[in-house]
């Protein structure tokens, strides 16, 4: 206890009750939770985008084709790694349902293997999608503004996609609620619009060497991009339930053994 106790006592102790309410033990438990799923939620965003963006890079040097993004491009795409979709994952709401998971061993590595398929899933979708649309639209062999502003949006619409799975590791995105995170909502809203000047404002095409798209062009990347969001929620489906399957089985087995 912090309020009435000797300044021996709150050095010698692990944990000091500021308030001297036992409950606050639950909320700090709730609050140190989710702080580490959030930076778990953080990582795999970064390192998906970022496995995907470099080995589109080095994909292209490897085939021997033209380099589907130049270098302001890159350099955007990075500021949206970096920037507000990125950082809004760390604000998540508290997900009340933490403290009935069991005590994580505190010597597990952040980046398990559970969340090493995640990423490498999520970057093997983004980087065939993008490469899949750079060969689309150079079907001439030459590459044109269009060309590059297709890869380079179809890129910006996957990372966006790849962030809204990203909030949760294993409930759905309508279970968590979609508007739930209002930090998260601000950050994509504000780097759409972001990517919609730098594609349809003349100074900014002259600088990114970008291309006006039809709503056709928007339709099609937008259908294309969300498969990265629902085949992540494809496969949070199949976890929960084999997880379910599984639990339901222990609780059979020690149903028998303690009738045993």
């Not at 939770?33 to 795999?44: A, D, G, L, T």
């Not at 021997?64 to 604000?91: E, F, K, T």
């Not at 709401?93 to 293997?113: C, F, G, L, Q, Y």
């Not at 949070?236 to 609780?251: D, M, P, Q, T, W």
């Amino acid at each position: 206890m912090g309020m009435n106790r000797t300044d021996v006592c709150k050095e010698a102790a692990d944990m000091i009750l500021v308030d001297d309410d036992f409950a606050t033990i639950i909320a700090a438990i709730e609050e140190g939770k989710c702080i580490f799923y959030n930076i778990r939620n953080f990582v795999r965003f970064q390192l998906s985008t970022s496995i995907a963006a470099l080995s589109l890079i080095a994909l292209a040097t490897l085939m021997g084709i033209p380099n589907p993004l130049n270098a302001m491009q890159i350099l955007w795409i990075n500021i949206i790694m970096d920037g507000p979709p990125a950082q809004s994952l760390g604000v998540e709401p508290v997900d009340h349902e933490v403290v009935t998971r069991a005590p994580r061993d505190t010597k597990r590595r952040i980046i398990s293997r559970g969340l090493l398929i995640n990423v490498l899933m999520s970057a093997a979708i983004i980087i065939a999608g993008t490469l899949w649309v750079f060969n689309r639209e150079m079907s001439d062999n030459k590459i044109t503004p269009r060309d590059t502003t297709m890869t380079f949006t179809c890129f910006v619409l996957f990372d966006m996609w790849n962030a809204l799975s990203c909030r949760s590791q294993s409930k759905s995105i309508f279970a968590i609620g979609l508007c739930a995170n209002k930090m998260f909502l601000l950050a994509v809203s504000l780097s759409l619009l972001g990517q919609a000047l730098v594609v349809y404002c003349p100074p900014l095409q002259k600088i990114f060497v970008t291309e006006a798209l039809t709503g056709h062009d928007l339709i099609f990347l937008v259908c294309l991009t969300s498969s990265v969001f629902f085949a992540s929620e494809i496969k949070k489906v199949i976890e929960r339930l084999l997880k379910k399957r599984s639990n339901k089985y222990s609780s059979k087995a020690q149903s028998a053994m303690d009738f045993v």
